[in-house]
């Protein structure tokens, strides 16, 4: 039953291969070999009709002379009254040949040391056909074949042709053979003209057997090359399913959780394209659960701190005596740890959200939000006691970014840059026209990246020194990233440890 089933073509591509192919196969095949077999039939029987005309003609050439004397020999001896039962012969024995048709004897003139007899009769054996003579009125006087009438009228449409000194051939059923036989025709000419005609005719089984060889060639060259187009669709059809068949499998290792399974296939073809593509997608899965893990933990941790500072206190309050100005200060510490998740929640809804984004924003100038942001932070940047320069050109319009990701980005990187900048230092956003674009840059004086951290600073929850900043989620710059990149833009970030940092954003025109 199992092996019904591999046969059926709604299941098996290799099936399906084999039988389009076959199909194909048997039709250009099969029209090729009855087309080329019927061409070769008539080439094989033109082939037989022109070398029997040649024939004919050969032997009408031949008997030219002996003809002439023959029918004059004829005509002499029946002028003079001959014996109508005698039949001379150069053999010196005397004998008579009668057709069924009358009692005409046919008398044989002798023609060097032959008579006109022994001389058709080689012709018939050195041709290998029946030679049959007409004279002019188309009446048949002799037959190498005995069983030929004579003395009987023969208007065949080859007769007829060569007495007409045209050609012609038919084909037909012998009577006096019972075959069916190929005949064709030559004038004997005289000096008056035509004298008579030569008939040659042979049965039509040698040219038959002729045929059916031929098509017994075509139909066993055309069953071998069907077999080895079998063959070659089952290799095709093994050489596409075998790795469709490990696809499949490796898809259903990947999907019980074998995320570590990969093809690998060293092909070069559509197949090792679809490979290479199943690869790099089970990388990139794995890669994202990684990422998604990573994320689950790093959120239930920085989850769980506020919500255990939270717990803790509101604990103490009730544990603790009526003291004002401790009551006062838990009260406080509740409140920023409240703060602290409530920024944290809205940093994941707004990573969420930024993520799930699959239209683009509609094009915006984007110049005047930057310089928003820029004065919505001047007071912090004053108060830490830092200075800040501002370059923005007046229209940065056709930028796919809305105003409020716009926002979100530079708020963020500018709070970053106040925020790890001593009092002293400088903070500088330049924006500038760039090759099908805009770049922004964001430069700080402050303490600066490590270069080990450097390649993980837009990862989630990721912070370059976690016992310095308890306030900080690290989904800021990850945030920031997911947006710009959303966007079709990229960021980077440049460092050296202690001389500062600087964060460049390129956007690109619609």
């Known amino acids: 039953m199992n092996a019904l089933r591999r046969l059926d073509p709604r299941r098996s591509l290799t099936v399906r291969i084999i039988f389009i192919n076959l199909t194909l196969i048997l039709l250009a095949l099969g029209s090729l070999v009855f087309w080329t077999g019927f061409r070769l039939q008539r080439s094989i029987i033109a082939s037989a009709e022109s070398e029997l005309k040649v024939r004919s003609l050969i032997i009408a050439n031949g008997l030219r002379e002996p003809v002439q004397q023959q029918l004059a020999y004829e005509d002499d001896y029946y002028a003079e009254g001959g014996d109508d039962h005698e039949t001379e012969s150069n053999d ?117 057997k002729r045929v059916g060889a031929m098509w017994l060639t075509l139909i066993t060259a055309g069953l071998a090359l069907t077999v080895l187009f079998v063959l070659a669709s089952i290799f095709l059809g093994r050489q596409i399913t075998r790795p469709l068949h490990r696809l499949g499998a490796a898809a259903h290792r990947l999907a019980d959780g074998d995320f570590g399974t990969r093809l690998e296939m060293a092909r070069e073809d559509e197949l090792g394209v679809l490979a290479a593509a199943f690869d790099h ?125 716009c926002e979100t980005v530079f708020r963020n990187l500018l709070d970053n840059a106040i925020k790890y900048t001593p009092a002293g230092g400088s903070v500088q956003v330049q924006a500038r026209d760039a090759a099908n674009g805009v770049e922004i840059v964001v430069r700080d004086t402050g303490m600066g990246i490590p270069a080990q951290d450097l390649p993980f600073i837009f990862d989630r929850f990721y912070r370059v020194d976690k016992a310095r900043d308890r306030t900080g989620s690290g989904l800021g710059l990850a945030l920031v990233k997911e947006i710009i990149t959303q966007a079709g833009g990229e960021i980077r970030a440049e460092s050296d440890e202690g001389q500062g940092a600087m964060v460049i954003v390129r956007l690109l025109r619609s």
């Open 281 to 405: 997608m089970a990388e990139e899965i794995s890669q994202l659960l990684a990422r998604e893990r990573a994320f689950v933990a790093n959120a239930s941790h920085e989850l769980r701190s506020p919500v255990t500072s939270i717990q803790l206190r509101a604990e103490l309050l009730e544990m603790v005596a009526a003291d004002d100005a401790r009551r006062e200060r838990y009260i406080r510490e509740i409140h920023q740890e409240s703060e602290n998740l409530g920024r944290l929640l809205q940093q994941l809804l707004d990573l969420d959200r930024a993520q799930s984004a699959s239209h683009p924003a509609d094009p915006i100038d984007i110049a005047p939000c930057l310089r928003k942001v820029c004065d919505l932070m001047l007071p912090l940047a004053e108060h830490a006691g830092l200075s800040m320069t501002v370059d923005i050109p007046p229209s940065l319009s056709g930028i796919s970014l809305d105003a409020r990701d």
């Open 92 to 208: 010196g024995e005397d004998g008579d040949k009668k057709d069924g048709a009358g009692d005409h004897t046919v008398v044989f003139a002798p023609i060097g040391d032959r008579d006109f007899k022994a001389i058709v009769d080689s012709f018939a054996r050195e041709m290998n056909a029946r030679v049959t003579i007409l004279d002019s009125e188309l009446v048949v006087r002799y037959s190498s074949d005995e069983s030929v009438p004579l003395h009987l009228p023969d208007r065949r449409p080859e007769t007829v042709a060569a007495w007409r000194q045209d050609e012609s051939h038919d084909i037909r059923f012998d009577e006096a053979s019972g075959e069916d036989r190929l005949f064709v025709a030559a004038p004997i000419l005289g000096n008056e003209g035509v004298n008579g005609v030569v008939q040659l005719s042979v049965p039509m089984k040698d040219i038959q």
